[in-house]
């Protein structure tokens, strides 16, 4: 019984070997190295509605047809094809291509046509080619070849046509046009004609005219000479009448004056003056500038030095009011049937050799003073608002006078108002008061000298090309 059991067993296993040397294995199938027999069966126009052997001669082989030339109009063609392959025919794919419209080949497709519409005009190669179910694509594809012809206004007969008439338009439209020109040479040759008789006569005035003018020119350069020599010695006469700059420098060690007219006489001037052991500066700015200002600086500064040093009058307050009273005087501003308001602003200050004050007086003008011990921080002493001279009420006048405490080091500015009046810079604005002192802030610890130096250059920047609107003048005294 055992013996039986173990001859089925042996039985079996060898039975199971065999059915197992008989099982099925893919990877010892042959490969399918045949290419597909690819074929192009047949081109239709507009699917087949419209019968394309009517453009082309007809190949018997094939039934396609040959030597293609389609009319512009004709452009929309469906290429049916196939590719037989016998291992696996379901699993042929194709590609394709328009020579002249695809730059390469599509995807590969099962599909078995390929349709192409509003194709333009052009030479076209049909390329097709199939895989099998392994993968064997055809080395050389099949090809249809064809053509669609140019519109007919891309033809060359067109192109000549249109040539021959552009041609033939140019000729006829300079035969007339030289026509018309000759015609129109003559008519211009006798406008010409009356115009030059009548040029002739104009011109016979005109040389009449024109000596009167040189006449009349002649006489006008002779008086502005005239007027602009007397004015530039009304300029030396001011420039004689103003302190000697180098006199000032003598008891204000420490100092600058910058003095910029407008024109060649000044409505703004600088006054000096010395009584005992106090000394006088001041910063004036008269009405208008020019020649009614030089005026008026020429009367500013003889009441002044009148006042101080026939008057004996030392204090800038009391200075002041008698310029003022001595303003209207020479004006005649006290007469009821005038209305001159000439006058000027100033701004006076006096300083004594045997103590640490100063006293100060302004008409419109304020002082302004940098404290070396805060660290230059600008102390500005306001003005009174009333103007030396004009017509207003005379009711309670006077000039406030300020005793101000000054330290060594500490620097004061008088000034008129035409340094920060001064239009320019980008935008053609003013310059500003703001503007005046921070450059002043800026160069302040500079010798008194650098600092009048870096205000003109200042200036100069940025006035630029701008023309300068009115007279400079700023007085600068360190401590």
């Not at 699993?91 to 002249?100: F, S």
């Not at 030059?196 to 040389?207: A, H, I």
């Not at 404290?371 to 230059?376: I, L, M, S, T």
């Not at 810079?425 to 003013?430: N, S, T």
Request: with cysteine; hydrophobic share 35%.
């Amino acid at each position: 019984m055992q013996k039986l059991q173990e001859h089925l067993t042996k039985s079996y296993s060898r039975e199971q070997k065999n059915l197992r040397a008989k099982i099925y294995n893919p990877k010892f199938d042959a490969k399918n190295a045949l290419e597909p027999l690819t074929k192009i069966n047949r081109v239709n126009l507009f699917f087949g509605q419209e019968d394309i052997f009517k453009y082309a001669k007809v190949d018997s082989s094939t039934l396609l047809p040959k030597n293609l030339v389609l009319p512009f109009s004709k452009n929309h063609l469906t290429f049916q094809f196939i590719g037989v392959s016998l291992s696996a025919p379901e699993k042929v794919m194709y590609q394709y291509k328009l020579e002249g419209i695809d730059n390469d080949w599509t995807p590969p497709t099962s599909k078995t046509e390929a349709t192409y519409s509003s194709l333009p005009h052009g030479k076209y190669r049909f390329l097709l080619k199939a895989m099998n179910n392994d993968g064997v694509w055809n080395k050389e594809p099949t090809v249809f070849e064809f053509e669609i012809s140019p519109p007919w206004y891309k033809t060359w007969w067109f192109y000549t046509l249109c040539a021959i008439i552009l041609i033939s338009g140019i000729s006829i439209y300079n035969y007339v046009r030289t026509k018309k020109l000759i015609a129109d040479k003559q008519k211009l040759e006798r406008i010409v004609d009356e115009r030059t008789r009548e040029l002739r006569d104009e011109k016979e005035k005109v040389e009449f005219i024109n000596k009167e003018v040189t006449e009349q020119k002649t006489i006008i350069e002779h008086k502005n000479i005239e007027i602009t020599d007397s004015i530039k010695y009304a300029k030396n006469i001011q420039e004689a009448l103003l302190p000697n700059l180098n006199n000032i420098d003598a008891l204000f060690k420490k100092s600058f004056v910058l003095y910029m007219p407008k024109d060649i006489v000044s409505g703004d001037f600088y006054w000096f003056a010395k009584n005992g052991d106090t000394r006088f500066i001041a910063a004036v700015d008269c009405t208008g500038h020019g020649v009614p200002g030089a005026f008026m600086s020429i009367v500013g500064n003889t009441l002044l030095n009148e006042i101080v040093n026939e008057k004996k009058i030392t204090h800038p307050g009391d200075i002041l009011l008698e310029l003022h009273k001595g303003v209207k005087i020479a004006l005649n501003q006290n007469a009821q049937e005038f209305e001159r308001r000439d006058g000027m602003d100033i701004t006076l200050c006096s300083l004594s050799n045997n103590t640490n004050q100063i006293e100060y007086a302004g008409a419109n003008r304020p002082l302004w003073i940098y404290r070396k011990d805060k660290n230059y921080e600008l102390e500005i002493i306001k003005a009174t608002k009333f103007p030396i001279g004009g017509l207003e009420l005379e009711e309670n006048r006077a000039y406030e006078n300020h005793v101000i405490t000054v330290n060594k080091g500490d620097c004061l500015y008088l000034f008129s108002d035409g340094y920060a009046d001064q239009f320019g810079g980008p935008k053609g604005k003013k310059f500003m008061l703001t503007n005046m002192q921070k450059t002043i802030l800026e160069n302040i610890q500079y010798p008194m000298e650098v600092q009048k130096q870096k205000l003109i250059d200042a200036f100069m920047a940025w006035k630029n090309d701008t023309e300068q609107i009115d007279d400079v003048l700023v007085i600068g005294i360190k401590i």
